[in-house]
């Protein structure tokens, strides 16, 4: 039996999605008894040949000169596949300059997720509300663009991928810049083919039995052999009659690997695992010697407060009334069985609290115990989805009283604070050689690294400074220098500008 439930998400507006607590986006508590997983090494998705709920949306028009569209080649890589069995794709761009031939920014996409029959069709039939799928119990603002390949040739590099101006200075505008599609709906971290659901279509109640794929972290291996030319060729991106082949990634200096939102909860989980990849077949790293590759990660709209720390006692799923049975029932999550999990977490647990091994499931706790490659976090403190999906949950204050948005920001900004001095508090602290940096506004836009408006615009001014960007912070923390943590300190905001 997979209890499912309201977790953490992705996306814009008041919709729900995969997020912090590696649960189920399902709006609704369920209990799903009807999961099965077909472990034939080739066993096929069938929801687009099952499932009839109408027209996909359609897909918009790309943006010329800038993010190129490839799809994996499939026979390089039979398993790196989405929801539906179609392959996945990246969009990508090479770097400008001499000096960045060999630097790299990676961003894992979000898109929400989903874990349980009735919310991956509600997805899939793009069920935002009741009036459209009258019978669906997991309302998402998500469609079957976030399970399949769908997408525009090309398309706009914007936010932390701008080739920025003299007033929008991006240090990581200039890189090779690739975007990871994301339509696996398991937080890049998946790792089964052929899971089958048996549920009722949401626009008639036809009962229905569909299979997708879970296969989130075979896609993201996919997605790096791909850059480095394992196999297959180089990437080409063309522009104006030109073509300019990408380099290869086993030569890079420097990998800046980012998330949004379920990409950022996919960096929480691979974080470790891909510097230790990249690290073992970058060609500079090779004979012993000292190895130049410097990863790190940009964790965005995902680091909620430590769900270790909070009262289950009013939590909406009856058989959750500890952080224990919440890590227990995580780690059933559909998505979540025989998934990725940081190694680290799960070795740590295993020799010290093996009763707590579902923790590795929780991307609040991996974040704040487990990695070790250096990372900063940009959390905006009042994060409308995040904060929305605490409080959907039931979910209460270390001293029991009633969680609220306030209550969510105060707790939340006083832990990112802390992120200064992880290493004396992380399980595995004695191997942080970096502090987190921090950037976290009085804000409630979710997932804003794609914005430009949000990346260039959101401004906090410590007292007696100036204003600090996230980029501008970010650029500190990377070279050890200050500022690197910048948080709100106002109550009401005064100190923070959000677009």
Not at 397 to 426: G, I, Y
Not at 438 to 445: G, H
Request: aromatic share 6%; net charge negative; charged share 15%.
């Amino acid at each position: 039996m997979v209890v499912l439930l309201a977790a953490n998400g992705c996306g814009g507006g008041d919709g729900r999605g995969r997020g912090d607590g590696g649960l189920d986006d399902d709006a609704s508590v369920s209990v799903d008894s009807s999961v099965t997983v077909d472990a034939a090494p080739q066993a096929p998705a069938n929801i687009d040949d099952v499932v009839q709920c109408g027209a996909a949306p359609p897909v918009g028009p790309g943006n010329v000169a800038e993010f190129q569209r490839h799809v994996l080649d499939q026979a390089a890589f039979p398993d790196a596949l989405c929801n539906d069995g179609s392959p996945a794709a990246i969009y990508f761009r090479p770097y400008t300059g001499a000096a960045n031939r060999n630097k790299w920014v990676l961003n894992l996409h979000g898109g929400g997720g989903c874990g349980s029959g009735a919310s991956c069709i509600a997805r899939w039939c793009g069920c935002n509300n009741t009036t459209e799928c009258p019978y669906t119990t997991a309302p998402t603002n998500f469609t079957r663009s976030t399970m399949t390949n769908d997408g525009p040739a090309q398309k706009a590099a914007d936010g932390i991928f701008l080739r920025g101006d003299a007033v929008r200075v991006n240090p990581l505008g200039d890189y090779n810049q690739v975007e990871f599609s994301y339509c696996t709906s398991d937080g890049w971290h998946g790792n089964q083919r052929a899971v089958s659901f048996t549920t009722v279509n949401p626009k008639t109640n036809a009962p229905v039995t569909f299979t997708i794929h879970f296969l989130g972290a075979r896609v993201l291996d996919a997605n790096i052999a791909t850059l480095r030319q394992a196999g297959v060729p180089a990437l080409v991106y063309t522009r104006g009659g030109a073509q300019t082949a990408m380099p290869d990634l086993d030569e890079a200096t420097e990998i800046v690997v980012t998330g949004d939102s379920a990409g950022g909860a996919g960096v929480i989980t691979n974080l470790d695992y891909l510097t230790d990849t990249l690290r073992a077949s970058n060609t500079a790293c090779s004979g012993g010697g000292a190895c130049p590759l410097k990863t790190y990660g940009l964790i965005d709209a995902v680091v909620g407060p430590e769900r270790s720390k909070l009262d289950y006692g009013t939590h909406v799923v009856p058989q959750i009334r500890s952080w224990l049975d919440y890590i227990t029932l995580a780690s059933q999550n559909s998505h979540n069985v025989g998934a990725r999990m940081d190694a680290s977490c799960v070795s740590w647990h295993a020799a010290n609290m093996p009763a707590t091994a579902g923790a590795c499931s929780d991307d609040s706790h991996v974040v704040r115990h487990h990695i070790t490659t250096p990372f900063f976090v940009r959390m905006a403190l009042i994060d409308q989805l995040i904060s929305g999906n605490y409080l959907e949950e039931g979910l209460r204050n270390a001293d029991m009283s009633p969680m609220t948005v306030a209550t969510f920001a105060r707790t939340l900004h006083d832990e990112l604070a802390s992120f200064a001095n992880l290493s004396a508090t992380a399980e595995e602290g004695t191997l942080i050689t970096r502090q987190p940096g921090v950037f976290a506004p009085l804000c409630s836009k979710h997932d804003t690294i794609h914005s430009t408006a949000d990346t260039f615009g959101t401004t906090i001014t410590p007292s007696g400074g100036t204003a600090q960007r996230l980029l501008g912070v970010f650029t500190s923390w990377q070279a050890g220098t200050t500022p690197s943590n910048v948080l709100t300190q106002s109550p009401t905001g005064a100190d923070t500008v959000c677009p």
